[in-house]
T-cell receptor, first 112, second 114 residues
């Protein structure tokens, strides 16, 4: 079992839809959870960052972490064509040399 | 300013060439990283520098040689690469010296080995 599993996609939605992106993980030591957005041929851009369980909202984006279920989600409200990109979940533990572990990424396409 | 700057943006090199990739950040971050990303795959960690010292080497072949001249700069020296080394090379930085908080990535150098 991989440490981080992400829905494989690709995902195509109409403009204005609510998008739900999800990752599950197996390592209970993970404490920091991130979502990155990567446009084609660009570097990943940090979108959301949460520590431990709970929700965090930033504009149209909401990140949720459920440590009891080892499940994290990113919700995008009122999706726009500019949201079309690959979304990567990433997580790590608290140890000094704890590495960032990425999911495989899911490609989202928002149709006008 | 959350910018990590990488140069060059694109690089084509022969298998006998020597080239260097450069990365710069002015956020005061004390950890800097090199990642390699192949198409449709997540980034793979190569090296971590913490307080200008190499702290993690993910068993990367010696044809890749990292260097951290100061806390703002990170280089990756390339020599005798293979075509399978063609990829997007990403630099990242984060605030903490050891351990990680959020990591900020540069736009990458797209490397093609011919």
């Amino acid at each position: 079992q991989k440490e981080v599993e992400q829905d494989p996609g690709p995902l195509s939605v109409p403009e204005g839809a609510i998008v739900s992106l999800n990752c599950t993980y197996s390592n209970s030591a993970f404490q920091y959870f991130m979502w990155y957005r990567q446009y084609s041929r660009k570097g990943p851009e940090l979108l959301m960052y949460t520590y431990s369980s709970g929700n965090k909202e930033d504009g149209r984006f909401t990140a949720q972490v459920d440590k009891s279920s080892k499940y994290i989600s990113l919700f995008i409200r009122d999706s726009q064509p500019s949201d079309s990109a690959t979304y990567l979940c990433a997580m790590r533990g608290t140890g000094a040399n704890s590495k960032l572990t990425f999911g495989k990424g899911i490609t989202l396409s928002v149709r006008p | 300013d959350t910018e990590v700057t990488q140069t060059p943006k694109h690089l084509v090199m022969g298998m006998t060439n020597k080239k260097s990739l450069k990365c710069e950040q002015h956020m005061g971050h004390r950890a800097m990283y090199w990642y390699k990303q192949k198409a449709k795959k997540p980034p793979e960690l190569m090296f971590v520098y913490s307080y200008e010292k190499l702290s993690i080497n993910e068993s990367v072949p010696s044809r890749f040689s990292p260097e951290c001249p100061n806390s703002s700069l990170l280089n990756l020296h390339l020599h005798a690469l293979q075509p399978e080394d063609s990829a997007l090379y990403l630099c990242a930085s984060s605030r903490e010296g050891q351990g990680w908080t959020e990591a900020f990535f540069g736009q990458g150098t797209r490397l093609t080995v011919v």
